[in-house]
């Protein structure tokens, strides 16, 4: 069955700070990853996405995701944090093969804090 | 959230009320999705439309309806069969064409639903 797993429901960094967001998946076959963010009582936004080719994926708000197929993990970094990255973030994945109208499978989220 | 309305934005419902959820996107995207998000449960998928007058449930489709009778819109109603229905309720949109695994999904800013 298809899953993705956010091991942390919440990190906390400094500003400035580098940040690292953990993801991991489980699918059948190839996996399309995709990060969003959410902020309160909003909808979600599109970071960044891989499909194919190279493993460092870059995205926006200086935003960049590894993708490790050995590890099956994608986890989301940024090398200095704001203040105004504080939000709710989603990884997602979608199984090359799946039959089911290409559905999202969403992780849990985790709730990323940043301060001063 | 450009291009995806959804309306309305707070909406609550009388025990043993239908309740419809309008979303309207003008990017003339082919697929269409319905969210649920529930604290700590991430997003799951509802029903979902690839194309117009054709519709999939997805993994909590009951005590849902939905109808795509046009392009741009993709009503969603929460039934009196619904008996959990207190969420936050999100809509989504992608390109079709025979690479929509790859294709982004963007979200409306999303309607809160609460019981009375």
């Known amino acids: 069955a298809q899953s993705v797993a956010q091991p942390e429901d919440q990190v906390n960094v400094a500003e400035g700070n580098p940040l690292t967001v953990k993801c991991t998946y489980s699918v059948s076959g190839n996996p399309y990853l995709f990060w969003y963010v959410q902020y309160p009582n909003r909808g979600l936004q599109f970071l960044l996405k891989y499909i194919t080719g190279d493993n460092l994926v870059k995205g926006s708000y200086g935003f960049e995701a590894e993708f490790n197929k050995s590890q099956t993990s994608f986890h989301l970094k940024k090398p200095s944090a704001l203040v105004s990255d504080s939000a709710l973030y989603f990884c997602?994945?979608?199984?090359?093969?799946?039959?089911?109208?290409?559905?999202?499978?969403f992780g849990q989220g985790t709730e990323l804090s940043v301060k001063p | 959230d450009g291009g995806i309305t959804q309306s309305p934005k707070y909406l609550f419902r009388k025990e043993g009320q239908n309740v419809t959820l309008s979303c309207e996107q003008n990017?003339?995207?082919?697929?269409m999705y319905w969210y649920r998000q529930d604290p700590g449960q991430g997003l799951r998928l509802i029903y979902y439309s690839q194309i117009v007058n054709d519709f999939q449930k997805g993994d909590i489709a009951e005590g849902y309806s939905v109808s795509r009778e046009k392009k741009e819109s993709f009503p969603l109603t929460v039934t009196s069969a619904q008996k959990n229905p207190t969420a936050f309720y999100l809509c989504a949109s992608s390109m079709g064409g025979s690479g929509y695994k790859r294709n982004i999904q963007y979200f409306g800013a999303g309607t809160r639903l609460s019981v009375l």
């Open positions: 990017l003339n995207h082919d697929a």
């Open positions: 997602a994945v979608r199984d090359e093969g799946d039959n089911q109208g290409g559905k999202l499978i």
